[in-house]
């Protein structure tokens, strides 16, 4: 048992200083071959990822992952094909049960479906499906899976608006992109 926690606290550093290699190729070839992440070949994962559960991360064509994000995919993380996710989201798929005695861990998926624009310092929280279109504004908290295509903020995030469909679905991989090192 002692081993297996000085493996995951030396495995955590490394990929702790990976993140802040400033090469996007080393960085996803690192997050592919040692962390199992199954990333798209266009995806970008900007610096400082902190990175939980790698095995059990997808993530799709043209999404954006942005500065010091922290992805938990111990209970399963999905994300689909042009996401922008900001700088310093972070996406819990697992939680403490407060309600029981020994405080166990609870593990549930989180699915971010296509077009979805996640902004900075925004927490999704396990078992949420933020449906396709959507737009969580910065520093929401989504407790609960949105509609398609709706403007959710605050603490719990609540539906404020609608995004055009025509908006969500111009933005295509390679198209209107900054350019990532």
């Known amino acids: ?67 010091r994000c922290e992805l938990d995919g111990r209970g399963g993380l999905v994300v689909g094909k042009c ?18 005695a020994g405080f166990p861990t609870l593990f549930d998926a989180i699915v971010i479906e296509d077009y ?20 969580v504004a910065a520093g929401a908290v989504v407790t609960k899976s949105t509609q398609p295509f709706g403007i959710y903020a605050g603490i719990p995030a609540k539906r404020i608006g609608e995004r055009p469909r025509e908006a969500a679905k111009a933005y295509a991989p390679g198209v209107n992109r900054v350019p990532y090192i």
């Not at 990976?18 to 798209?40: D, E, T």
Request: aromatic share 8%; proline share 3%; hydrophobic share 40%.
């Open 1 to 67: 048992m002692k081993i297996r926690i000085h493996f995951y606290g030396i495995y955590s550093l490394i990929t702790n200083i990976i993140g802040k290699v400033p090469s996007h190729m080393v960085r996803n070839l690192y997050y592919r071959r040692v962390c199992g992440l199954s990333l798209a070949d266009d995806a970008t994962i900007y610096g400082g990822l902190r990175l939980r559960g790698g095995k059990r991360i997808r993530i799709g064509s043209g999404t954006s992952v942005g500065d």
């Open 83 to 100: 996401v922008n996710i900001s700088s310093e989201v972070m996406l819990w798929t697992a939680q403490h049960d407060y309600r029981t």
């Open 116 to 135: 979805v624009w996640i902004g900075p310092r925004c927490i999704i929280l396990p078992g949420v499906t933020v449906a396709q279109g959507c737009v």
